[in-house]
Nanobody
Framework: QVQLVESGGGLVQAGGSLRLSCAAS????????MGWFRQTPGKEREFVAA????????YYQDSVKGRFTISRDNAKNTAYLQMNSLQPEDTAVYYC?????????????????WGQGTQVTVSS
């Protein structure tokens, strides 16, 4: 079992950057694929980015490709989402998620562990 805690959200102007962190408890973090999702009021949660257990494979939603980078440090039990060139449409609550598998997972329903979310607000 793993518990996830996100941090790093906040208010930033359009064009700015933020780095979200997702700290995981437990000693088997490297056994989990990780993902980032986001949700705005009145909309369903959507996939943003995912990374395999080793960090060797990543996948992104088209709208964030080239702007966001997902990474992980298994020694620190932490996953990251570096967000550059932020736009107002990136405003959302961002959630990290974990699933015990080795491959990249983009499907929300496969993830069994979720953090509480961190708010990202991008002003125009």
């Amino acid at each position: 079992q793993v518990q996830l805690v996100e941090s790093g959200g906040g208010l930033v102007q359009a064009g700015g950057s933020l780095r979200l962190s997702c700290a995981a408890s437990g000693r088997t973090f490297s056994s989990y694929a990780m993902g980032w999702f986001r949700q705005t009021p009145g909309k369903e949660r959507e996939f943003v980015a995912a990374i395999s257990w080793s960090g060797g494979n990543t996948y992104y939603q088209d709208s964030v490709k080239g702007r966001f980078t997902i990474s992980r440090d298994n020694a620190k039990n932490t996953a990251y989402l570096q967000m550059n060139s932020l736009q107002p449409e990136d405003t959302a609550v961002y959630y990290c998620a974990a699933t015990r598998t080795t491959v990249v997972i983009t499907l929300e329903s496969v993830y069994g562990y979720w953090g509480q979310g961190t708010q990202v607000t991008v002003s125009s």
